[in-house]
């Protein structure tokens, strides 16, 4: 399976809001062989979460597995929306994009969102503490955001100043 390179901090595609997946032009076929690009450069990584932004293609699709009870728990995440939120966790957070990195930041404890799975199908669900986190973490990439963007000001700062050092070791 195919190994993607990943976007790193200060590509334009990481910035941009992308667009739906729109399932009635979209091949199954196609979004099947993205999916398992996305899977496979995920946990090549070893990351939790991937969203597309991230493989250089704004469209509104992610993949998550926080693996609970260390079990594969694979969830497609398209067009995905926040519908409700409860409770505020302050935990540290890391990103595929700026490897390397880690800031607390604070998050809704607990989160419902809705989307569609790789058929197309709606499907709604919760979750909490490490799977809220990557819910939240991954749609703010469709929307053209990095956890660095959500950091106070002084801890915005400080991030700021570490990335310019890793830059350095990415190239
Ligand atoms: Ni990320």
Same mark, same amino acid.
């Given at each position: 399976?195919?190994?993607?390179? /990943?976007?790193?901090?200060?590509?334009?595609?990481?910035?941009?809001?992308?667009?739906?997946?729109? +399932?009635?032009?979209?091949?199954?076929?196609?979004? &099947?062989?993205?999916?398992?690009? !996305?899977?496979?450069?995920?946990? @090549? &990584?070893?990351?939790?979460?991937?969203?597309?932004?991230?493989?250089?293609?704004?469209?509104?699709? @992610?993949?998550?597995?926080?693996?609970?009870?260390?079990?594969? #728990?694979?969830?497609?995440?398209?067009?995905?929306?926040? /519908?409700?939120?409860?409770?505020?966790?302050? =935990?540290? =957070?890391?990103?595929?994009?700026?490897?390397?990195?880690? &800031?607390?930041?604070?998050?809704? @404890?607990?989160?419902? /969102?809705?989307?569609?799975?790789?058929?197309?199908?709606?499907? =709604? !669900?919760?979750?909490?503490?490490?799977?809220?986190?990557?819910? #939240?973490?991954?749609?703010?990439?469709?929307?053209?955001?990095?956890?660095?963007?959500?950091?106070? +000001?002084?801890?915005?700062?400080? @991030? !700021? #100043?570490?990335?310019?050092?890793?830059?350095?070791?990415? /190239?």
């Amino acid at each position: 399976m195919p190994v993607l390179p /990943i976007m790193r901090h200060g590509e334009p595609c990481l910035k941009k809001v992308s667009l739906p997946v729109d +399932f009635a032009t979209f091949k199954k076929r196609d979004i &099947a062989k993205l999916l398992k690009n !996305m899977w496979s450069t995920m946990y @090549a &990584a070893k990351g939790v979460g991937l969203a597309a932004p991230q493989i250089g293609l704004n469209l509104r699709l @992610a993949v998550i597995d926080v693996r609970p009870d260390g079990k594969r #728990q694979k969830l497609v995440l398209a067009n995905p929306e926040i /519908i409700s939120r409860e409770g505020d966790l302050h =935990e540290e =957070e890391g990103c595929l994009s700026i490897p390397g990195l880690y &800031a607390k930041l604070t998050r809704s @404890a607990k989160v419902t /969102i809705r989307a569609f799975d790789e058929k197309g199908e709606p499907y =709604e !669900m919760t979750g909490t503490d490490l799977l809220a986190r990557a819910f #939240q973490h991954e749609i703010d990439h469709l929307d053209g955001k990095l956890f660095v963007d959500r950091l106070d +000001f002084p801890e915005k700062m400080k @991030a !700021m #100043q570490a990335i310019r050092e890793l830059k350095k070791s990415w /190239i």
